[in-house]
C-alpha cells in the first residue's frame, strides 16, 4: 500500500527538505510507502499524501499538534499508532508553522 504520491507532494517535500537538511544526521528514503525522515536510524517523520506524520513527539508536543485542525493519530492498516500524529499540509506555505512540531519529533528522536 502507498500512502505517499510524489506528484502530489513535491513542493511540500521540497519545503521540508529544506528546512531539515542541515540538522545533524538526517537522512530520508522511502520505507512503508512513505517518505520518511530520519535522525541516524531513528525516524522521527514521514510524508504521506496531504500531510506529515510525527513519530517522536512529548506528550505536550503531541497534545500541541491535536490541536492542529484535522490532526488524527496515523492509520495504517486499519490499524492506529496513538503516538503518531498526522497533521494536514495542504501545500509548501503550510510547512514552516510546522517546523517546531517537526523540531520536537526529531530532538525525540535523539534520545535513548
Known amino acids: ?3 505517499y504520491d510524489e506528484e502530489r507532494m513535491s513542493g511540500v ?3 521540508f527538505d529544506e ?3 542541515d ?3 538526517v537522512t530520508s528514503k522511502e520505507m512503508m510507502g512513505c517518505l520518511c525522515y530520519l535522525r541516524a536510524k531513528r525516524f522521527f517523520a514521514f510524508l504521506v499524501t496531504d ?3 510525527l513519530t517522536r ?3 505536550a ?3 500541541r499538534a491535536y490541536g492542529r485542525p484535522g490532526a488524527r493519530p ?3 492498516a486499519g490499524k492506529k499508532a496513538s503516538k503518531w500524529v498526522q497533521v494536514p499540509v495542504r501545500g509548501p506555505a503550510e510547512v514552516k508553522a510546522l517546523m517546531p512540531l517537526v523540531r520536537a519529533s526529531y530532538d525525540g528522536a535523539g534520545k535513548g
Do not use: I
Open 74 to 76: 496515523f492509520e495504517m
Open 51 to 53: 500531510g506529515v506524520v
Open 61 to 63: 508536543d503531541r497534545e
Open 23 to 25: 540538522w545533524p544526521a
Open 19 to 21: 528546512d531539515v537538511k
Open 1 to 3: 500500500m502507498k500512502f
Open 13 to 15: 517535500r521540497a519545503r
Open 57 to 59: 513527539l512529548g506528550d
